[in-house]
Each structure stands twice: as structure tokens, then as C-alpha cells.
């Protein structure tokens, strides 16, 4: 019986993803039915069926929609003098410590209304819709007080009505000690446990809790009352881990069983057994790790040899990753933590997916949504091999 599909690719190449060797498919076809992935394989194989719309894929390679878990999009104001101050041999701790760093953008945001804070991170937005980019998520955690974090969602939110992108929200009320409460971090805490995390829930503004656990922003402890409260009211947990120092964060997050822990530049093998052992994904930063001239590096051989799944995200905001750019995270993930290509597309498609709780997109297979990015290149290792341009020739997203 013949089958009605409502578009069908042929003479593509398929980097599916979904096994070893990119999932390659040479010489494929990929069909679609209601936004959803109806057949792939082959295009000798192509069973008998009609299709409304048939395109060629002009022999270009075909990937998922690429997926950045882990951004700072919503802020207000620029930070670029900092930038001069850092290359003149501050460091960011020293900024942070100074009043500047996150604190200023707060400030900035703060100030700013949410038709201007909408249009600038549409702005930055658009340039990762024109390489690819299909799902964002994108954090709160510049306002830390609650009418502020709330204004963050609500214009992380319009992004995903108003654009061509899925859109996941994090709440990160425990990023930094605003002004008002310094020398008061409990408080603080108190404030974002007892009300911030309640709200957001109960707005339905975030999919997700996120906290900053280092010296320079929240204790161990302080983090374990946030997760509790997200724990309580229903929402999953990320965690900026273990970047500047090794505070056991990376286990922290693995013992509330986080969908990822991002940065992990100072993560011990202890760390790295119990992610392994909780499912929760290494997002890797490459951006701020350049930005920040850091030197120190993730454990990616640990990653690989405790089957740690690694993501790979833009971590776009204005203090330590003004990146704009999906694909050349890629290159920096290859060149600076010594991934091979095809970890780096992995790391933005299905191990993204994963670090973002999404079981429907990040690979090319039946059922899965219909995100799709046709590259004109001749092979996916292209995707990490260029340093600018952008080969991305279509995308086409699942409504």
C-alpha cells in the first residue's frame, strides 16, 4: 500500500547521528509526515510511496537541526570594556571582585524594558538561526531579584513565538549576590529558594534551575538548597560546574541527577565517575575557555573513557563568551580540547538534545522531528574544519 508523504529529500547525504561513523547514509532520502521523520535511509531503498513535495539534495550532506544548550542571550548593555581591561592582565575573578563582570550587566538589565531586551537578543539570535541553529535554551540570571528573572523569561519565551526556534528556558536566579544583598549571601539564597524558584514554577516560565557553584558565586551547600527547591517544585537542574576551581561540583550535580554540568575545566575523575553513573552530560564551553585565555582544559579522555556523553554549546553572553557563532565552537572544541570532529557535531546535535532533556530531535530517524540542515560541504567534518563562512544552504524546522 503506498504511503503519502508530505515531502521527501533525495541525492542527499545523511549524517544522522545516530550510530557510529556520523550515522553516514551516502547517496540517502529522508521523507516527512506532520513535521515528524517518516522514513530514512537509502535512496535505493525507497519504498513505494507518493509525496506531495520532492527536493534534491544537490549531493550536499544533511545533518539535525543544531541545538545550543547553553546561552545567555536575554541581557542588557555590553561589556566590551572589560574585554580591554582583561587583555591589559585583569583577571576575571579580579573584575567579578571589583563590582564589574556579571554585576554590571545586571545593572544594565535591569534598567532595560523587555521590548529592548526582545530586539537585542533577537539580534544576537539571528545569526545562529542562519547556521543551523533550531533549539536554543537560553538563561535567566541577570535581574537576581524576581521581577527581573521573570522579565528574562518572559522575553526568552516570545524568542520561541516570535522566531523560527525552539526555545528551552532555564532559570538561573543563582548566578551572582546582587548589590542589595552583599554581605548578605544567605539571604540571598533564602530569597531564591522561598520565592524566585516557587514563582517561576508556578508562571511556568522555566523548564529548567540552574546555579553558578564557585568561589566566586555559590558553596556547595547553597546550590544543595536550590536543587532541593527546584527538586520541589518539578523542574530538572543544570549546573555551571567546576570551572575556575575543583569545588566538587560536578558530583553535586551528578547526585541530583542534572541534565548536564557545563564548563568542568577543574572536574576530577571523581567528578566524572559519578556524571557517568547519574547520565548527566558534559556541556563543554570552548568560547569562554578561549575568551578567558584559560588554560586549563575539561577532561575530555576522562569524558571518553567513563562514557560520559560531551556537549558542546556557544555559552553566549557579554562578560566571558560574546560568541555568535554555533559552528565555530565546533573548530575551538576540535583545536582547543582536542575533540574529533564528529564528537563536535554529536556535541550540538544528539548529546545537546540530551543536556536539554529532549528525547525527539538531535538525530535523523523515524518518529524524531523534522529539524534538518543542508550544508553544501563534501564531507560533516567540514562543519569543524572551516574557521568562518557559513555552508548552511536550508533549514527546514518542525512547526
Known sequence: MNSMWDSLWVNVNLATMAGPGYGAIEDGAIAIVGGRI??????????????????????????????????????????????????????????????????????????????????SAAKRLRPFLAE??????????????????????????????????????????????????RGRQ???????????????????????????????????????RVFAAAKAAGLPVKLHADQLSDSGAAALAATYEALSADHLECTTEAGVEAMAAAGTVAVLLPGANYF??????????????????????????PGSSPALSLLLMLSMACTLFRLTPEEALAGVTCNAAKALGFDDRGVLTPGRRADLVLWDVAHPAELSYWIGGNPCREVVRSP
Not at 579580579?94 to 556579571?102: F, K, L, M, S
Not at 538561573?172 to 548589590?179: C, M, Y
Not at 578567558?292 to 553572553?317: D, Q, W, Y
Open 132 to 181: 543551523g541553529v533550531t533549539t536554543v535554551e537560553v538563561k535567566s540570571g541577570y535581574g537576581l531579584d524576581l521581577e527581573s528573572e521573570l522579565k528574562m523569561l518572559r522575553v526568552a519565551r516570545r524568542l520561541g513565538r516570535e522566531l523560527p526556534v525552539s526555545v528551552r528556558t532555564t532559570f538561573l536566579g543563582a548566578h551572582a549576590v546582587p548589590p542589595e544583598y
Open 292 to 317: 578567558l585565555r584559560e588554560t586549563r582544559r575539561p577532561p575530555v579522555e576522562l569524558f571518553r573513557k567513563h562514557g560520559v556523553p560531551m556537549a558542546i554549546a556557544s555559552n553566549c553572553n
Open 186 to 224: 544567605g539571604d540571598y539564597v533564602d530569597l531564591v529558594v522561598r520565592e524566585m524558584v516557587p514563582a517561576v514554577a508556578a508562571e511556568g516560565l522555566a523548564d529548567a534551575v540552574d546555579a553558578f557553584c564557585e568561589g566566586i558565586a555559590f558553596t556547595v551547600e547553597e546550590t544543595e
Open 38 to 119: 517518516a522514513w530514512v535511509g537509502k535512496r535505493s531503498d525507497l519504498p513505494s510511496a507518493t509525496a506531495r513535495e520532492t527536493r534534491d539534495g544537490n549531493g550536499f550532506w544533511m545533518t539535525p537541526g543544531l541545538i545550543d544548550c547553553h546561552t545567555h542571550l536575554v541581557f542588557g548593555g555590553e561589556r566590551w570594556r572589560e574585554f580591554a581591561l582583561r587583555l591589559e592582565g585583569a583577571s576575571y575573578e579580579e573584575i567579578a571582585r571589583a563590582g564589574g563582570g556579571i554585576l554590571a550587566t545586571v545593572a544594565a538589565t535591569r534598567a532595560a524594558d523587555e521590548e529592548s531586551l526582545f530586539a
